[in-house]
C-alpha cells in the first residue's frame, strides 16, 4: 500500500467513510462497509451522475434484480469467458491473480490482455514468487478462474442463478419491454445504478478491487445508420488520449486535442464514444477528479472484452498507479443478437423507410407436420432459425440437407421440408437489431479517487492539518454548525439555526463536542466546505450575527442571521 493510499485508509476508518466488512469476526476481503460519511458521498456521487448522464439527456432509469437464471448469462457469454488467470503457491497454498503478480514486479501494467502462456513465461523468465510467502511460482500452472456468483434460487430441486456481474445484462434481458415503453422510436438510453458482484481471485486496495461493488451504467441504443452523436455540445472539450497506437510506441504519450479533433482525425473510431468522453470529461472535473491525474486510454486488441468492438477507459492516478475508472465500450448488436437468439423474444426494432421499396426477399415456410413429430419441442425453434437461414442465407438452401442449431445441437432437415421459395415484395421497413453504446462507471473506484485527488495537508496556527478539499456538490456534508460553547443560551440559538438551515433545503452537522479548534478539524477531515459559529457576539449583535469559516483558506466572516440561507446559496 503506498503512502497516500494508506493515509486515506486510516482517515477513512477513523472518520466513518468507509472500512472493511465484519472486521468483529476477522473481515473479509473484498468487501467494505460506508460508513455515514462514506454514504453520503457515495450518495452524492450517484445522484451528480444521474442528472448528468440520464436526467440531462432524457434517458430512463430501471432497477433490475441482482440475481437473475442461469440462461441470461449463457446467453450473455459470461459463464464461458468472464475469467481472470488465477496461480496457486504449492508453499502456502494462497492463490493469487497471476496478471497483478506480473504488473507488480515486471514493469508491464497492463498484463490483464496477455495470454496464459505469455503469463507463464514471465513467471519463468523474472522468477516471480507468491505475495503471501515468497516461494517461487516458476514453473506453476496458470488458469483462467470464472469470476460469478453461483447460487440457487427456491428451496428443494431448485433454478441455478447467478449473482449479476455488471447491471447490463439486467436492462437487455428486458430490451423486449423497454422498446415498448419508448414505443420502438430510437434512439434511447436506459440507465441504472446498483450492485453487481464478482468473486475477485485477490481483492486489495479497499475500494479499487472488491467483490462487490456499485455500477452506475448506460446502455444507449441506437440505429448506427441513422443516428448520429450531438458531438456539437462538448466538440470542444479538451481530451487526454492515450490510444492504441501511443501505447505500442516505446516513447507513446498521451495526446491532448479537442473531441472535435479525436474524431475528425480518427483517433477515436466511434462518434458516439468521443461524445460521452467528453461528457465524462466535463463531470469527472465537476466532482473533483484532478485533471492533471486523468486520461482516456484505448484497450488494445487483446484486452478488448468478447462484446466491444472498440473501449476506452478512463483512468485517475493515485500515487504512481493508474487505475480505471469508467469503460466506454461499443457494444455493436452483440447483447441484443445474442438474447435473441436464445431467448423466445423479439430483439429487434421495426424500422419505417420514408417511401416503400420493393424487393426481391427470401423465405421458408417449414413443414411443421413434419418437424412437430419429428422434433417434438424442439421443433418451433427449429423452424425459427430456418426462416432466418432463409433470409441470411438463402445458398444454403442449394442443398439437399439445412444444417441449422438450436442451444448448441445441430440439426439437419431435408430441403423439401423447409418450403424455401424467392419473391418480391413490397416493403414499409425492416426490423433491425439496434447497436448499444455503453459507458459503464465504478461508483466505488470513484469514490476512492475523489477522497484521493481531494486529500491535502498543511499547517494552521503551527499545527498540522488533513482536508479534504471536496467539492460542495458531492461533500456529505454543507454545513456545520457550532457553538463556540453550550451554554448562556448559545446552544439553544445553534439549533435553531442548524434547523432553519435544514428547513432552507441544506446539508447539515451540529457539534457541540470539544474545543471550537477540535471540531474546526472534525469537519477539515470530512470535507464540508463552510462552518457557521455561533458565539457571544450572536447573542449580543442586533441584529444577530454569526461567523462563517471557509474550509480551505480558514478565513472566517461575519455576517447576519436574517441573510445567512442566501449567503450559504451564492458559495455553495
Not at 122 to 136: A, D, Q, S, T, V
Not at 263 to 273: P, Q
Not at 420 to 440: D, W
Request: proline share 4%; aromatic share 8%.
Amino acid at each position: 500500500m503506498t503512502d497516500l493510499s494508506r493515509k486515506i485508509a486510516e482517515l477513512s476508518k477513523r472518520r466513518g467513510f468507509y472500512s472493511q466488512t465484519a472486521e468483529a469476526y476477522g473481515g473479509v476481503a473484498g468487501f467494505q462497509t460506508f460508513g455515514p460519511e462514506g454514504a453520503e458521498l457515495k450518495r452524492n456521487i450517484e445522484n451528480s451522475w444521474r442528472k448528468k448522464f440520464s436526467d440531462s439527456l432524457g434517458h430512463r432509469e430501471i432497477e433490475a434484480p441482482t440475481i437473475m437464471p442461469e440462461a441470461v448469462f449463457e446467453a450473455s457469454g459470461h459463464l464461458d469467458t468472464f475469467d481472470d488467470m488465477i496461480i496457486k503457491c504449492p508453499e502456502c497454498g494462497t492463490s493469487s491473480r497471476a496478471d497483478h503478480i506480473a504488473e507488480d514486479h515486471t514493469g508491464i501494467d497492463e498484463a490483464e490482455g496477455l495470454s496464459i502462456e505469455k503469463i507463464e513465461q514471465l513467471f519463468e523468465e523474472h522468477n516471480l514468487e507468491c505475495p503471501e510467502c515468497g516461494e517461487g511460482l516458476a514453473g506453476e500452472k496458470v488458469e483462467d478462474f470464472n469470476l460469478m456468483f453461483g447460487t440457487s434460487i427456491g428451496p428443494g430441486d431448485s433454478q441455478k442463478g447467478f449473482l449479476r456481474p455488471e447491471t447490463a445484462q439486467g436492462i437487455f434481458a428486458e430490451f423486449p419491454r423497454f422498446k415498448e415503453y419508448m414505443r420502438n422510436e430510437l434512439p434511447f438510453g436506459i440507465t441504472q445504478i446498483g450492485k453487481s458482484y464478482r468473486n475477485e481471485i485477490s481483492p486489495r486496495q479497499g475500494l479499487v478491487r472488491v467483490r462487490e461493488l456499485t455500477q452506475a451504467e448506460l446502455e444507449h441504443f441506437i440505429d448506427p445508420e441513422e443516428d448520429k452523436p450531438p458531438i456539437e455540445d462538448v466538440e470542444d472539450v479538451e481530451l487526454k488520449l492515450y490510444s492504441r497506437q501511443e501505447q505500442e510506441k516505446e516513447d507513446g504519450k498521451v495526446r491532448k486535442m479537442t473531441v472535435r479533433e479525436a474524431v475528425d482525425e480518427e483517433i477515436v473510431e466511434s462518434g458516439w464514444i468521443a461524445y460521452y468522453l467528453g461528457l465524462a470529461k466535463q463531470w469527472y472535473d465537476s466532482i473533483g477528479v484532478d485533471m492533471e491525474r486523468f486520461r482516456f486510454r484505448q484497450h488494445q486488441n487483446d484486452e478488448l472484452s468478447h462484446y466491444a468492438s472498440d473501449c476506452w477507459d478512463a483512468e485517475s492516478k493515485v500515487d504512481d498507479k493508474w487505475i480505471e475508472r469508467t469503460g466506454f465500450a461499443y457494444r455493436g448488436c452483440y447483447d441484443l443478437k445474442k438474447h435473441h437468439e436464445h431467448s423466445e423474444e423479439d430483439y429487434t426494432v421495426f424500422k419505417e423507410y420514408d417511401e416503400p421499396v420493393e424487393e426481391e426477399v427470401t423465405e421458408a415456410s417449414p413443414d411443421m407436420g413434419y418437424l412437430g413429430p419429428e422434433y417434438d419441442d424442439k421443433a418451433g425453434k427449429i423452424a425459427d432459425r430456418i426462416q432466418e437461414k432463409a433470409e441470411t442465407d438463402p445458398e444454403a438452401f442449394e442443398e439437399t440437407e439445412i444444417e441449422v442449431e438450436v442451444n448448441g445441437q445441430k440439426y439437419s432437415i431435408p430441403e423439401d421440408k423447409c418450403n424455401f421459395e424467392r419473391k418480391t415484395v413490397i416493403r414499409n421497413g425492416e426490423h433491425i437489431l439496434p447497436h448499444v453504446v455503453e459507458p459503464s462507471f465504478g461508483i466505488d473506484r470513484i469514490v476512492y479517487t475523489v477522497l484521493a485527488h481531494s486529500y491535502g495537508e498543511d499547517e494552521v496556527d503551527n499545527e498540522k492539518r488533513k482536508l479534504l478539499h471536496l467539492r460542495e456538490e458531492v461533500a456529505p456534508t454543507e454545513v456545520a454548525v457550532f457553538p463556540m460553547m453550550d451554554k448562556d443560551g448559545m446552544g439553544q440559538k445553534a439549533e435553531e439555526v442548524s434547523e432553519r438551515l435544514r428547513d432552507a433545503g441544506f446539508s447539515v452537522k451540529y457539534d457541540d463536542t470539544g474545543n471550537i479548534g477540535k471540531r474546526y478539524r472534525r469537519q477539515d477531515e470530512v470535507g464540508t466546505p463552510y462552518c457557521v459559529t455561533i458565539d457571544y457576539e450572536t447573542l449580543e449583535d442586533k441584529p444577530e450575527t454569526v461567523t462563517i469559516r471557509d474550509r480551505d483558506s480558514t478565513e472566517q466572516e461575519r455576517v447576519e442571521i436574517r441573510g445567512l440561507e442566501e449567503e450559504l446559496s451564492s458559495r455553495l
